[in-house]
């Protein structure tokens, strides 16, 4: 539900260089205008009740086959360009596979498209971080062939996991989150990228717009949303406007930092005023609610 609002908080801001502070503040504490979400949410609606239908696992090929039939039923969402030439392949009969290897000259997609819609599987009840690794590596596959962008979803995956078995009462180790995540990541690009993560979450957020691209790319992405809700662990408003405040890629570093810090804080820290203003809200809600009574089911 953070992720679904972020997601819609920071589309306006897509793709465009950094937005002054009071911009972001006006379109988040807008009383009536309603939310619009994007692909991203789009697609994590569609991975959740996946997961609720398959009591927690990952069957990739009805996967692809769901998310081939939302993008077709709903095109105008946002999509990336890599993601719409694998799902159009999907939903015309070419399989996953080969569609997923097809895009950027035959190497797969490395964009954090499999890293924004994967905080579902974090959320899976009684599973270990290494089923959750794996399940979001097979999340992934369906879309992004390329190991950058299936990292992206593993990193994010766990990281949602680990912030949501993480007690509240407790301060968030930022060092030890990082550590644990990193281990699960198979490439040496995204561990190093991983690795300065600590070392960015006392200064400016400009440090952090600095040191990583912030664009559609999982690796540019993935480990700055986790640095923004590590610096902000307990206050989800506070992380998602300096998510949109980093430029770039908002509407997703926001959701995944959404997704973080509605891990960690869950449904009751999402303010009123959001989850009334979301677009599809019980939608929303009702998915959410059928991943949590996963726990109960498995
Ligand atoms: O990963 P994907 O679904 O994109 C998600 C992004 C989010 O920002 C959404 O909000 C939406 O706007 O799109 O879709 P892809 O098109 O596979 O990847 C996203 C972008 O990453 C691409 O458009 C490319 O700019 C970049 N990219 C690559 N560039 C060069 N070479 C991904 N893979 C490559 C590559 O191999
Ligand atoms: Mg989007
Ligand atoms: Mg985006």
Known sequence: MLAACADALGAPFEGRPAAEPARIAAIMNRPSSPLRWTDDTAQMLVLAAH??????????????????????????????????????????????????????????????????????????????????????????????????????????????????????????????????VAQYARTPEFTAELRS?????????????????????ALGSVPAAIAVFLRHPDEPADAIAEAIGLGGDTDTIAAMTGALAGARCGEGAIPASWALRLEQSMRVWTVAGQLSGLGQRR
Do not use: K
């Not at 190497?107 to 579902?120: D, E, F, H, I, Y």
């Not at 400016?204 to 717009?209: E, F, Q, T, V």
């Open 197 to 217: 993560v600590p070392g960015l979450l006392e200064g400016a957020a400009s440090d952090i717009a600095a040191r990583f691209a912030c664009d559609a790319t």
């Open 51 to 180: 997961l609720a239908e398959c009591t927690g696992e990952i069957r990739r090929e009805a996967l692809a086959a769901a998310l081939a039939r939302a993008w077709e039923a709903e095109p105008g969402r946002g999509y990336g360009m890599g993601a719409v030439r694998v799902l159009s392949q999907v939903r015309s009969g070419v399989p996953w596979q080969r569609a997923a290897a097809s895009v950027f000259g035959g190497a797969g997609s490395w964009g954090n498209g499999a890293a924004m819609r994967v905080a579902p599987v974090g959320l899976v009840a009684g599973l270990s971080l290494d089923d959750i690794a794996r399940a979001a590596a097979a999340s992934a596959q369906v879309t992004h062939a390329h190991q950058l962008g299936i990292d992206g979803a593993v990193v994010q995956a766990v990281a949602v996991a680990v912030a949501a078995r993480t007690s509240r009462l407790r301060r968030l180790a930022a060092d030890d989150l990082i550590a644990v």
